[in-house]
């Protein structure tokens, strides 16, 4: 008598499942979003037909490409100057002892876990403490505060997996440490400091709260004019600006993270 082999039903794994829905409760909004910014009626309710219109009337908006411009100047000012300090700092950090650097280390990430709103108030208040006028570049001296930290730590991560022993060996063959630095241990953080720097930018230009509150009249950034525009209702050219805006802080996120990894494998082998 042949007796047939019971079949096996799959089993599901509840990680899988959960994974699942925590990927679709991230996600779908962002593919809603880009779904109705084809969307032929200029009611993102109702869907009339696809079309690219919406793309092409971007970069005939006078408002739209003075915010750009605001943003691109204040990011890359922000993050030119963060490089500068938070190489020194995460190297200062990494390879010197002084008094009160456990104290110094934690004030100096205390901007990665402290709440916007408190930096923004925060700055806010130095600002008309010391009757510093509202303008652009206070936008950028308030981005250069939670830019700085960020540039440090990847900086810091990147200090960590080095030789120290490289910049002794220098020295002993006659460099300055001037020179052991710059053409030593600079290339070696590069990466590290390339990284840092395209994850504070994508952090800089979509940031709102903070250029919120320290913004003069006129300087308008990309994420303000998207929130004061919605105010009257989420229209196609704003889904389409939005998904832009995802689109290039998602490819130069991608891009910090392939720099980075190729340089700790680098640095590994």
């Given at each position: 008598m042949n007796i047939s082999p019971s079949l096996k039903k799959p089993r599901v794994s509840w990680q899988a499942v959960f994974s699942l829905l925590i990927f679709v409760f991230m996600y779908l909004p962002i593919l809603v979003l880009g779904f109705y910014?084809?969307?032929?009626s200029p009611y993102s309710a109702t869907w009339q037909g696809f079309t690219l219109d919406w793309y092409g009337k971007l970069f005939?908006?006078?408002?739209?490409?003075?915010?750009?411009?605001?943003?691109?100047?204040?990011?890359?000012?922000?993050?030119?100057?963060?490089?500068?300090?938070?190489?020194?700092?995460?190297?200062?950090?990494?390879?010197?002892?002084?008094?009160?650097?456990?104290?110094?280390?934690?004030?100096?990430?205390l901007p990665l876990i402290i709440p916007d709103i408190a930096i923004a108030v925060a700055t806010l208040v130095c600002l008309a403490a010391f009757a510093i006028p509202l303008s652009l570049w206070t936008i950028v001296a308030a981005h250069v505060v939670f830019c700085l930290a960020y540039v440090?730590?990847?900086?810091?991560?990147?200090?960590?997996?080095?030789?120290?022993?490289?910049?002794?060996?220098?020295?002993?063959?006659?460099?300055?440490?001037?020179?052991?630095?710059?053409?030593?241990?600079l290339p070696e953080l590069m990466p590290g400091i390339v990284a840092g720097c395209l994850l504070a930018f994508v952090l800089s230009l979509d940031d709102f709260l903070i250029s919120s509150f320290t913004a003069g009249s006129g300087s308008n950034t990309l994420p303000m004019e998207i929130f004061s525009r919605i105010r009257t209702g989420v229209k196609p050219d704003i889904n389409a600006l939005s998904v832009m805006l995802i689109s290039v802080s998602a490819i130069v996120a991608i891009v910090a993270e392939l720099i980075r990894a190729s340089g700790e494998k680098k640095t590994f082998k």
């Open positions: 910014s084809f969307n032929q005939s908006d006078d408002r739209i490409l003075s915010a750009l411009q605001n943003s691109m100047i204040v990011a890359g000012c922000a993050v030119a100057i963060s490089a500068v300090l938070g190489t020194l700092m995460a190297v200062g950090l990494a390879r010197y002892e002084f008094p009160g650097k456990k104290l110094y280390r934690g004030i100096a990430y440090g730590l990847v900086v810091g991560s990147r200090l960590t997996n080095l030789d120290p022993h490289l910049e002794e060996a220098a020295l002993d063959l006659g460099a300055t440490p001037t020179q052991a630095f710059i053409k030593v241990l």
